[in-house]
């Protein structure tokens, strides 16, 4: 080996180092690289959640008594008792209530009356429109109706409106088929059956006493003893001992019903203390009854008793859908105190910014604003919000912008947790 190839081996060796240790410290970067994105990406996730709007109520749960206005109708014992009144339905002074009848037979009579009168009913109906092509679309959309009706009915478990709904839909089931024959035979049908009819009224005959109503009222067919132990007069002496040593009165029955006389219905209820402490007479609240009713009813506190045993005797008041509270008598409800509605966002989505601006007197004014960030396009933006309402790991939000492309509105996606987040930073 001469001289130069000496010199030139030590370099190549020397060449093939620095180039193992720039590949090595190049993998050793990429390495770090990739580390420090998988920290990144582990130490600051980028989560969003969608926006909704949302209701919460304040409520105290109750359990206690509906008290009305009642009056028992004399118990019947002779006769065939027949009542014409639907449960809940108003009756004014002099209305008929119920219908006695001497026998079975008295009672099958006037079942075919009543199924006379429905036929005669459907050929007036028929004779009166003569096939008119207005009056066969306007049955055909009543009868529509009535089966949509009755679906409710029998969904809601509504059993005694479910027979008045079948009669109804029979009616006009048999109408639209009577529209479709001749009018001169619906006549000469109807003149027959007024004259069948006439003769089984005359047979009849004293057969038949009417039960009237005494007072005009809200009609009831439940008659549960409470009557005269719950009334309204007793309101201002209850206490919570006598609302909790209450017993019916055995001796009150009757086979008529009874009617509801007042417009008003109050609740009594045992509240614990606490609950009591955040009511106020005449404070206007919701109650809802866990049964019984399917709305929402409005009412006043109406009185706020001693506390006995950690216990508040608490009895609301209500003008409305008294109809419906006929069946009610012991019955748990909740009382809702206040409902909030709003944007409801994750606590941790809720940031504090700082924003500098300049008074008319050219100074710098800075302002700590509470928003969310939410993700517009790949950019965050920042919008103004007022908290309305704070629960656990939650809160209602309004929003509080200005501009309307500020606004906070349901279904945007809020941005819940992100580092180093500012307005109109790049997230996506």
Same mark, same amino acid.
């Not at 007024?194 to 009224?201: D, F, G």
């Not at 912008?401 to 307005?423: F, Q, V």
């Given at each position: &080996?001469?001289?130069?190839?000496?010199?030139?081996?030590?370099?190549?060796?020397?060449?093939?180092?620095?180039?193992?240790?720039? &590949?090595?410290?190049?993998?050793?970067?990429?390495?770090?690289?990739?580390?420090?994105?998988?920290?990144?990406?582990?130490?600051?996730?980028?989560?969003?959640?969608?926006?909704?709007?949302?209701?919460?109520?304040?409520?105290?749960?109750?359990?206690?008594?509906?008290?009305?206005?009642?009056?028992?109708?004399?118990?019947?014992?002779?006769?065939?008792?027949?009542?014409?009144?639907?449960?809940?339905?108003?009756?004014?002074?002099?209305?008929?209530?119920?219908?006695?009848?001497?026998?079975?037979?008295?009672?099958?009579?006037?079942?075919?009356?009543?199924?006379?009168?429905?036929?005669?009913?459907?050929?007036?109906?028929?004779?009166?429109?003569?096939?008119?092509?207005?009056?066969?679309?306007?049955?055909?959309?009543?009868?529509?109706?009535? +089966?949509?009706?009755?679906?409710?009915?029998?969904?809601?478990?509504?059993?005694?409106?479910?027979?008045?709904?079948?009669?109804?839909?029979?009616?006009?089931?048999?109408?639209?088929?009577?529209?479709?024959?001749?009018?001169?035979?619906?006549?000469?049908?109807?003149?027959?059956?007024?004259?069948?009819?006439?003769?089984?009224?005359?047979?009849?005959?004293?057969?038949?006493?009417?039960?009237?109503?005494?007072?005009?009222? @809200?009609?009831?067919?439940?008659?549960?003893?409470?009557?005269?132990?719950?009334?309204?007069? &007793? +309101?201002?002496?209850?206490?919570?001992?006598?609302?909790?040593?209450?017993?019916?009165? =055995?001796?009150?029955?009757?086979?008529?019903?009874?009617?509801?006389?007042?417009?008003?219905?109050?609740?009594?209820?045992?509240?614990?203390?606490?609950?009591?402490?955040?009511?106020?007479?005449?404070?206007?609240?919701?109650?809802?009854?866990?049964?019984?009713?399917?709305?929402?009813?409005?009412?006043? @506190?109406?009185?706020?008793?001693?506390?006995?045993?950690?216990?508040?005797?608490? @009895?609301? =008041?209500?003008?409305?859908?008294?109809?419906?509270?006929?069946?009610?008598?012991?019955?748990?409800?909740?009382?809702?105190?206040?409902?909030?509605?709003?944007?409801?966002?994750?606590?941790?989505? +809720?940031?504090?910014?700082?924003?500098?601006?300049?008074?008319?007197?050219?100074?710098?004014?800075?302002?700590?604003?509470?928003?969310?960030?939410?993700?517009?396009?790949?950019?965050?933006?920042?919008?103004?919000?007022?908290?309305?309402?704070?629960?656990?790991?939650?809160?209602?939000?309004?929003?509080?912008?200005?501009?309307?492309? +500020?606004?906070?509105?349901?279904?945007?996606?809020?941005?819940?947790?992100?580092?180093?987040?500012?307005?109109?930073?790049?997230?996506?």
């Amino acid at each position: &080996m001469n001289e130069s190839e000496q010199q030139k081996a030590p370099e190549s060796r020397k060449n093939r180092t620095l180039t193992r240790l720039a &590949m090595g410290t190049f993998c050793l970067l990429v390495l770090v690289y990739f580390a420090l994105q998988v920290k990144d990406a582990l130490q600051d996730p980028f989560a969003t959640a969608a926006a909704a709007y949302t209701r919460v109520e304040e409520t105290v749960s109750a359990n206690g008594w509906l008290i009305r206005e009642e009056q028992v109708l004399p118990n019947e014992s002779s006769g065939l008792l027949r009542l014409t009144r639907q449960e809940g339905e108003r009756v004014s002074r002099g209305g008929t209530v119920a219908k006695l009848y001497a026998d079975q037979a008295s009672l099958d009579r006037q079942a075919e009356l009543e199924r006379l009168d429905e036929r005669i009913e459907q050929l007036r109906y028929a004779a009166e429109e003569s096939l008119s092509g207005v009056a066969s679309l306007r049955l055909d959309s009543q009868i529509q109706d009535s +089966l949509l009706s009755l679906r409710r009915s029998v969904e809601s478990g509504a059993l005694a409106q479910t027979e008045s709904e079948i009669a109804q839909l029979r009616s006009l089931i048999l109408k639209r088929d009577y529209s479709r024959g001749g009018g001169t035979d619906a006549a000469a049908e109807l003149q027959a059956l007024e004259a069948q009819r006439k003769a089984l009224q005359d047979q009849g005959a004293g057969s038949v006493r009417t039960l009237t109503a005494p007072v005009s009222g @809200i009609y009831s067919a439940v008659v549960d003893g409470y009557e005269g132990v719950l009334t309204p007069d &007793m +309101l201002d002496t209850l206490t919570l001992s006598a609302l909790r040593s209450l017993e019916a009165d =055995s001796s009150v029955a009757s086979n008529v019903g009874k009617l509801i006389t007042s417009d008003r219905w109050y609740y009594a209820a045992a509240l614990p203390d606490d609950d009591a402490a955040d009511l106020e007479p005449g404070q206007s609240v919701i109650l809802r009854f866990s049964k019984g009713t399917a709305d929402d009813l409005p009412a006043e @506190i109406w009185s706020i008793g001693q506390s006995e045993n950690g216990r508040t005797l608490v @009895i609301l =008041s209500g003008r409305e859908y008294l109809s419906e509270l006929t069946l009610l008598r012991h019955q748990s409800a909740e009382i809702i105190l206040k409902t909030t509605e709003g944007i409801r966002v994750p606590q941790t989505a +809720l940031r504090v910014d700082t924003v500098t601006t300049t008074d008319e007197n050219g100074e710098e004014v800075t302002t700590r604003i509470t928003g969310v960030y939410c993700v517009v396009g790949r950019f965050a933006r920042f919008k103004p919000v007022t908290v309305v309402y704070t629960g656990d790991g939650f809160s209602l939000v309004e929003s509080a912008a200005g501009k309307e492309s +500020l606004r906070l509105r349901p279904g945007e996606e809020i941005i819940l947790t992100a580092r180093e987040l500012s307005d109109g930073a790049v997230v996506r």
